[in-house]
Every structure is written in structure tokens, then in C-alpha cells.
């Protein structure tokens, strides 16, 4: 008679290790494919608006559509993940993405801006589900490795992110030679890139890290009725004010990051440059997003997430001051673009990671999803005011008021912070905070 084969214990430091470094891998997958798909629609959004409307104000409102798409995204995802673990949660998002795809396909078609706008609201769940990656990356993170862990996940996009606006030019051609109107193909070719996306979500993230986390820390998924995720989140909040700092620097540096970038493209459309230049700048940009942020990740669990913070407000400010400045100079613009992305890396990184390291376990896709409503909130905000600015006034005031926003926040952070190390917090610490 032989004896049953011994399964492994999944609650061992070895196997969680193994389920850990998995979870990366997947994860990493799916931002590559996702990022195209964000990416390759971002560099033309706001220049089609821009023609099928006939005005630069209303091509801010491009940006805007897609941020605020990521906003109404986040509780949604958030709450599916309370709920069914990280892989329900994320394949809602890049579900939501492939049909705001589809329907901005049909609008371009149509020349219907305002039904482009409502397909890029949808289009936004792409953003949602690739930020809520970053944190589903967290969940099996030994302590002192959560913003290391974050910064892998998050340095995956760069390949995907980096690519997708290069991929625009032929992705139209493509569409146009298959029988799609000029500036369709592209949202057609990020459609199959969400598809893809959840693909990877749906077979490969297997054990789901958040599930498995509870789990070992015994919290059970909130029942039936009872996972009310605003609520819940405020209520955690209370008792964490780093958590609450990190929510407000992460709202901030994602602010000036859009409001600036969702500009750019239009700025150097009327300056006469090309969609080759415009494709290139963006994809410099998103790599500053990207390409350090295992570096930012490492900074910030050795030398704490409140200092990465505040550098990354002092990125944020040469890159106004730059942009500001640069008049029709297309390098110091692309300079300028590089410097945003790296401030952008520094806030999402630590802040995202003080956020996770901040609240218990059982709290976090709650405080989670309302971090990624309130950055985004703020974002489409930022590009509705950064399109009445540059429409009524210039590209160079668009850059003083962000210049201003993100000295302010930095002072405020630097005034009340209370700890040298913001690493892991204990009750006691966060409520004397």
C-alpha cells in the first residue's frame, strides 16, 4: 500500500518565497502587455481630441478622461479584490480596458469626440489595473522588501510603457491597411494588448498572493455586505497618519505628472513637431517613470520612504521650472519629461510602499483602492486646470503652477515629519505621528 504524496506546506519560508518570486514574474508579465496598452493610446488621446474637436482646451479633457477612468476604477478593483483575492480585482480593470479600447475604435470611426472621451473614461481601467499590480506585489513582501518588490512590478512597465507610443505610427498604418479610419488603429492594437493582460492575470496568478497573505496572517475576506471600502479605508486612516501622508504625496506627485505630461504632445503638435517626435519624448518620459524605479525601491528601504519622497518633489520641481522655460527648445522639453517620470517614480514607489507598510494586512486593498481613487481624482483635476491653462494662457504658466503645488507639498512633508526611518510602523509609532 503506498502512502499519499506529502504536499508542501504552503506556510513555510521556502514556499512562500517560491509563491513570492512567481507572483513577481506574473505580475511583471502583465504590466509589460498592459503597458503597451496604456502607453500606445496615450501618446495620440489628446491629439485626436484635439482634431475631432477643433480645440486645445477640449483635448485636455483626453488626459482627464482617462485618469479620471483609473479613478472611478480604483474602488471597484480595490473592492473585487477584498473580495475574490488580486486576480478578480485586476482582471475587472483590464476587462473595463479592452472595452473602453473597442469603443474609442468606434468613435475615432465615427468622429465622434465626445463618445471618444467616454470610451477613454473606460480605457482608464488599464492605468487602474496596472497600479493595483504594484500593491498586489506587497502582499508576500518580507519586511523591510516592500518598495523593492513594488519598484520590480513597476519597473516592468518601462518595456511595455517605453515601446507603446513607437508602436503608434505602425499600429496605424496596420489598422489602415485592415479597413480602420487614420488614428483608430492604435486603440484597436492596445485592445489586444488588455486581452492579453488578463490572459496572464487569469492563468498565471495562481496562488493569489492576497488570499494566501490573510491566510497566514488569519484575517478572513470581509463578508457579504460588509466590505464597504471608502469606509473601511477612512477608518484605518485614522489611526495612521503616515499612511495618510503617503496618500496625499502620492496624489500630489501623480498630479503634477499628468497635468504636465497630458499637455506635452499637444504643446509640440502645434510647435510643428511630428508624431515620430512626439512618440519619442513620451517614451523618454514613461522611461523616467520607469527605468529607476528598482534604484528608488532600494533607496527607499534603506534610507526610509519620507527622504525618497522628498526628493522626488524636488525632481517634480526642476521638471516645472524646465518645461516652463523651454519655450519651442524640443530637448528641454524632452529633458524636462525625463525629470517628471523620476520624480513620479519616487513618489508612487515610497509613498505606495509606506501606504502597504502603514496598515495591517486586512485593511490594505481598502486603503489601497482609495489611495489609487484620490491620486487619480486629483490627476484628472490637474488636466482639466492644465488645459484651461495652456488653451487660455501658455505651457510655461502650466509649469509655474505646478512648480508652486509640488514646493508647497514638499515643505509641508518636511515640516511634519516626525521619523527618521519611515519603514514599518507599530500602532504606537503611527498614532504618535
Sequence with gaps: MTSAPIKPDISSPDRIRAVQRRTLVILSAAQIVGGVGVAVGLALSSVVVDELSGSTVISGFAGTATVLGAALLALP??????????????????VAALAGCALSVGAISLGNWPLLLVGLVLVGGGSAGNLAARYSATDLSPPGHAARHLSLVVWAATIGSVAGPNLAKPADQIGMSVGLVEKAGPFAFAALAFALAMLVILVGLRPDPLKLARRLNGTQPPAAGQNRTIRNAWTTLRT??????ALVMIAVSHTAMVSVMSMTPVKLHHDGSNLDVIG???SLHIAGMYVMSPVVGWLADKAGKVPVLLLGMALLLSSAVLAGAAGHRVW??????????????????AGSALVSESVPVGSRPAVQGLSDLLMNVCGA?????????????????????????VTLAGIWLAITWRHVNSGPLTPAESAAT
Excluded: D, E, H, N
Design 77 to 94: 478593483t480595490a473592492k473585487a479584490s477584498g473580495r475574490g483575492g488580486r486576480r478578480t480585482g485586476l482582471t475587472l480593470a483590464y
Design 240 to 245: 495612521t497618519p503616515m499612511a495618510r501622508k
Design 332 to 349: 528641454q522639453v524632452t529633458t524636462a519629461l525625463v525629470l517628471l517620470g523620476l520624480g513620479w517614480s519616487c513618489g508612487l514607489v
Design 381 to 405: 483635476t490637474g488636466t482639466i486646470v492644465a488645459g484651461a491653462i495652456v488653451g487660455g494662457l501658455s505651457y510655461g504658466v502650466l509649469g509655474l503652477v505646478v512648480g508652486v503645488m
Design 280 to 282: 519619442l519624448v513620451i
